[in-house]
């Protein structure tokens, strides 16, 4: 294990050179170098130096930062994103918010829904007397049976076979 000081580091022209060149040299030992565990501390010379660097390399090395490939970047943004969407969810106190919360406690993104028709149901807003009364689409909030036309009465407790939404 060899130990890079910056006046022995590649120019920054020649860097990608220098790694295609790491990477051959890795490629071509593949068959010639192994990796097995060493009991530590008890006198082999390589391990006794590959110590020492370690030791050398956390007290006077110079930081090196090597960049997060892209698949970690998409899982701390989608993350973050996550978790501000639950943020925002949890706050909000709408009467349409307060019931969908009552089926689905937090938000998902595997529960992301595709049918028109529960969301419909969860959230309330759809083709039913109460929600289309409240912008003086229908002259009454109430179905045809009498009782308050909201989804939870069509799905729950409807009982007039002439009930359509």
């Not at 990796?35 to 110590?51: F, Q, R, T, Y």
């Not at 997060?68 to 909000?92: F, G, M, R």
């Not at 919360?101 to 992301?112: Q, T």
Request: proline share 6%; charged share 20%; net charge positive.
């Amino acid at each position: 294990m060899t130990r890079t000081t910056p006046e022995l580091a590649p120019p920054l022209q020649t860097s990608t050179l220098h790694q295609r060149k790491v990477k051959s040299n890795i490629f071509k030992a593949k068959n010639m170098v192994g990796l097995s565990w060493v009991k530590d501390h008890v006198g082999i010379p390589g391990n006794e130096l590959a110590d020492q660097q370690a030791k050398l390399a956390i007290t006077s090395g110079e930081k090196f930062v090597i960049p997060a490939p892209n698949s970690h970047l998409k899982c701390l943004l989608k993350n973050y994103i996550v978790n501000k969407w639950n943020e925002y969810w949890n706050s909000y106190d709408s009467a349409s918010e307060i019931r969908v919360r009552g089926y689905i406690n937090k938000v998902s993104p595997k529960f992301l829904i595709h049918n028109k028709f529960l969301i419909y149901f969860l959230g309330g807003h759809g083709p039913f007397p109460s929600y289309l009364h409240r912008f003086k689409f229908l002259d009454s909030a109430h179905c045809i049976c009498g009782m308050l036309g909201d989804a939870d009465h069509y799905i729950f407790s409807c009982s007039s076979p002439k009930s359509s939404i």
